[in-house]
């Protein structure tokens, strides 16, 4: 994804110390990582990015072409949870899109390929609203059924 957050994830992978490997760790993240975070992860050896929600817009599980280096030293991938929890950080990416520009890509993608998920986003308060977390758990909750 184009956002400054996602550029921080990758970028904190790649500034990671390249004496060594790290394939006993474990990378969490609320959303599917994109192709920048997840490339990061093969190329630090990290041995497992484990998410919660699906990123149908910017997610790049599974549409990575792999390199022979990939291939011999592969990635485990873990996710989406099969609950709430799996789906509330993906909601909360709609809202943003919506609030923020709901005339963009994301917002058009979403419309066209999930409008029910557009529809239980736009359950939620916009992120200047007052909302909470527990408020936008049982929103999820609600979607998941
Ligand atoms: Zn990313």
Redesign the pocket.
């Known amino acids: ?1 184009r ?1 400054k957050w ?2 921080r ?2 970028r904190t992978l790649l500034a990671l110390p390249s004496e060594r490997t790290y394939e006993g760790w474990k990378l969490y993240s609320s959303l599917e ?6 490339a990061a992860a093969f190329q630090a050896r990290v041995g497992t990015a484990s998410f919660a929600s699906r990123n149908a817009y ?1 997610g790049a599980v599974g549409k990575l072409v792999p390199s022979r280096d990939h291939v011999a030293r592969p990635l485990r991938v873990e996710g989406p949870l099969d609950c709430a929890a799996g789906l509330l950080p993906e909601l909360l990416l709609i809202r943003h899109f919506l609030w923020r520009s709901p005339d963009g890509d994301v917002v058009r993608f979403y419309r066209e390929e999930q409008p029910g998920l557009v529809a239980a986003a736009e359950e939620l308060p916009p992120p200047d609203g007052n909302g909470t977390l527990p408020g936008a758990y049982a929103t999820a909750a609600a979607a998941v059924r």
């Open positions: 994804m956002t996602a550029a994830g990758s990582p994109c192709h920048m975070c997840l910017g």
